[in-house]
């Protein structure tokens, strides 16, 4: 068994597409609309599946924003620099929440991110072609 993907709910599809392509480097997979049920899908990032997982970014048409919960915690991309990956997030105009830095009362340096719609990224810094590899 493997992951296959995480879905989320997002309420403008383009401006979800343009962030996770645009700031986080990720590649729009496919998309696909379902006009008699009125939603529409957009799978993106850093390869396809089976080898990478993905996130499908579900939108509901006419629904604006969801109530996040706090069940779901964030989704997490192993980057070789977390440092230089925040600072080419924010220069794309993504939203830095936790700057870069060791992890409380660790070594893992880490950041975190929210896109559009309130979701939370933690970058993790990687060895080059370690597993977990996102963000370049």
């Keep these: 068994m493997r992951i296959l993907h995480t879905m989320l ?3 403008n599809f383009q401006r979800s597409i343009d962030f996770y392509t645009q700031v986080l480097g990720m590649k729009l997979l496919r998309t696909s609309e379902n006009p ?17 997982a993905e996130i499908e970014l579900t939108y509901n048409w006419g629904t604006e924003s969801y109530e996040l919960g706090t069940a ?26 936790r700057e870069a830095g060791p992890v409380k009362g660790g070594t893992t340096v880490i950041a975190f991110v929210t896109d559009p719609d309130g979701y939370k990224i ?7 072609g370690a597993a977990g590899g996102g963000l370049r």
């Design 9 to 11: 709910r997002v309420g």
């Design 36 to 52: 008699e049920y009125k939603y529409s899908l957009a799978f993106v990032g850093y390869g396809n599946n089976p080898d990478h």
């Design 72 to 97: 779901y915690g964030h989704i997490a991309l192993g980057v070789p620099d977390v440092y230089a990956a925040c600072e080419k997030i924010k220069a794309a105009g993504g939203n830095v929440t």
């Design 122 to 128: 933690e970058l993790i810094q990687r060895a080059e």
